[in-house]
């Protein structure tokens, strides 16, 4: 070989060294986050069944970044979790989620200080791995034992309720486990509204804005909740229930088909939302969504006074008030 002909080899052979280290850089095909491991730039992480993409991701026209979880495959991307809502960073490149030696997840921003973390306090430390789940979870397991959750996503939901996930509140640490919409759409900081579980030991779902009540669903009838009778023409989920012992009390659902996704969020408008898709349905199709009218809305019409969604005039005084504002009152503003 002639020293042009072997260089030119040599050249050839480092040019495919670094793309062959470059495509490795920029994607993690496992499922599995080990001690030490870090995510950056357009660095992800996939679920075992390639359902699930977690990894930095920029909402709508927002210039921030999030790690976040979202639907893998889907023409459109759409997010299920965030992890940093409140603390974004501006460079992907300079930012990086690490699994730490003490078994929790960090996210450290363009100063190299910890933006987010996990903040376990488990002692099993470096024997901890991270797992995103084909259910959209993701957990931290001891390697060892992994039935041993130490800490999952599913625990601290954002705006989507995914089937398998539990919302309600835990009695002995006084945590909730609510949902709360994104601010905007480019913008995935908490809204306005959220979803609790009634903490009086019953079975109500409470939907607030900010902090007057806005909606409630009437108690959980073992079937559907009390006024919510469209739940019963819902086939697109299964075994919803809820569950109340001396550690907490916590609704849950799961899908009836293998064959479609599933997700209930809270929208920004402060609406409930089912969306299904799969084989029939190409794209993300409601097909639940209270409150559904206007009168479903508590208090919508004002103390004293009734809401009749058949009415050219949603709200009329009771018998014996009269309008405090006659003016206000035609411009339908009933407060």
Not at 142 to 147: F, M, N
Not at 200 to 214: A, D, K, M, Q, R
Not at 302 to 314: E, H, M, P, T, Y
Request: contains cysteine.
């Amino acid at each position: 070989m002639d020293i042009i002909s072997e260089n030119h080899f040599i050249s050839q052979s480092i040019m495919l060294l670094l793309c062959c280290t470059f495509s490795e850089y920029i994607s993690v095909a496992s499922s599995i986050f080990s001690p030490g491991q870090s995510l950056s730039g357009n660095q992800t992480i996939t679920s075992t069944g390639g359902i699930f993409e977690l990894g930095f991701f920029t909402p709508g026209n927002s210039q921030n970044y999030y790690i976040g979880i979202w639907y893998k495959n889907l023409p459109h991307q759409t997010v299920v979790w965030v992890a940093n809502r409140n603390q974004p960073v501006s460079d992907p490149i300079s930012s990086t989620l690490e699994l730490h030696a003490n078994g929790n997840l960090i996210l450290h921003g363009l100063s190299k200080l910890p933006i987010w973390s996990t903040n376990s306090t488990s002692e099993i430390a470096n024997s901890t791995i991270g797992m995103l789940l084909d259910s959209g979870n993701f957990v931290l397991r001891d390697a060892s034992d992994p039935s041993a959750v130490i800490w999952q996503s599913f625990d601290f939901p954002t705006d989507t309720c995914l089937p398998g996930a539990r919302l309600g509140y835990n009695k002995l640490t006084k945590e909730k486990l609510i949902l709360r919409p994104w601010r905007t759409s480019s913008d995935p900081a908490p809204g306005l509204f959220y979803l609790e579980l009634q903490q009086n030991g019953t079975s109500v779902w409470l939907l607030w804005n900010g902090s007057e009540t806005y909606w409630t669903s009437g108690y959980w009838t073992g079937k559907l909740f009390s006024i919510v009778p469209e739940m019963a023409e819902n086939n697109y989920i299964s075994n919803f229930t809820f569950a109340s012992n001396k550690n907490g009390s916590y609704f849950t659902y799961a899908d009836a088909s293998s064959n479609t996704f599933i997700r209930i969020m809270l929208e920004i408008t402060g609406q409930l939302k089912l969306f299904i898709r799969g084989k029939e349905f190409t794209q993300w199709t409601l097909t639940w969504m209270p409150p559904l009218e206007q009168c479903d809305v508590y208090g919508s019409c004002g103390a004293f006074s009734i809401c009749n969604q058949k009415n050219v005039s949603l709200c009329g005084c009771l018998q014996g008030f009269e309008p405090q504002v006659p003016k206000d009152w035609k411009l339908q503003d009933h407060k």
